[in-house]
């Protein structure tokens, strides 16, 4: 089955300075990568999401990139500031008859003031 | 315009006991996932359901079921419970069985002890 790696497992960034959380994937046919934020006690939020005919998508201040041939998937977050402080998951998914996502393992991120 | 909604949101439950967990989606939405999140860690994909017909299934054993009622709404039960049963269970809902965006219920913490 699919697996997921997601990079670093905990990140401080300063206010305002850029943070990149990275993942990889095994399965080839994985095409639908989503990237959720849960803040501690809350339900995981989609944030963005890209499909694997898409090398980039943005939304405002976050953006994710996709290398097919390499397997991996980047989320950017540029000026941070101290609400995006949360722990993000990516996940990836294939095609087919369901959607079911395999979860990276996440990273917390804290933007410090 | 209510979000997923899950009942109970705590539960704490004996080991060999047995458990029900419920889940309303977004009105519309057709298909219902679980997740198990153990703590600490990303969601773990168990069961999704479309049209009362299972859809998909994770790596668990045989003591988790779940069914998908006629107005969409979903119900997951756990047999024999183990201490490892601890976490925290997210419902999904979707439009449709392959539909991007899942949206998360705040979702059920089951403690056994």
């Known amino acids: 089955g699919e697996n997921v790696e997601q990079h670093p497992s905990t990140l401080s960034v300063q206010e305002g300075d850029s943070a990149v959380i990275k993942c990889t994937y095994s399965d080839s046919a994985s095409n639908y990568f989503p990237w959720y934020k849960q803040e501690l006690g809350k339900r995981p939020q989609l944030i963005i999401d890209?499909?694997?005919?898409?090398g980039e998508k943005k939304d405002q201040r976050i953006a994710v990139t996709l290398n097919k041939t390499a397997k991996h998937f980047s989320l950017h977050i540029t000026e941070t500031q101290p609400e995006d402080s949360a722990v993000y998951f990516c996940?990836?998914?294939?095609?087919?008859?369901?959607?079911?996502?395999?979860f990276g393992s996440g990273t917390q991120l804290t933007v410090l003031p | 315009d209510a979000g997923v909604t899950q009942s109970p949101t705590h539960l704490i439950k004996t080991r060999g006991q047995h458990v029900t967990l419920r889940c309303s989606p977004i009105s519309g939405h057709k298909s219902v996932s679980w997740y198990q999140q153990v703590l600490g860690q990303g969601p773990q994909f168990i069961f999704q359901y479309y049209e009362k017909e299972e859809r998909g299934r994770g790596n668990f054993p045989d003591r988790f079921s779940a069914r998908q009622f006629p107005n969409y709404s979903s119900e997951l039960n756990v047999n024999a419970l183990l201490l490892g049963d601890s976490a925290l269970y997210l419902c999904a809902s979707s439009l449709a069985p392959t539909g991007d965006g899942y949206t998360f219920g705040s979702g059920t913490r089951l403690t056994v002890v």
């Open positions: 996940a990836a998914s294939m095609g087919g008859s369901a959607r079911q996502l395999t």
């Open positions: 890209i499909r694997s005919n898409v």
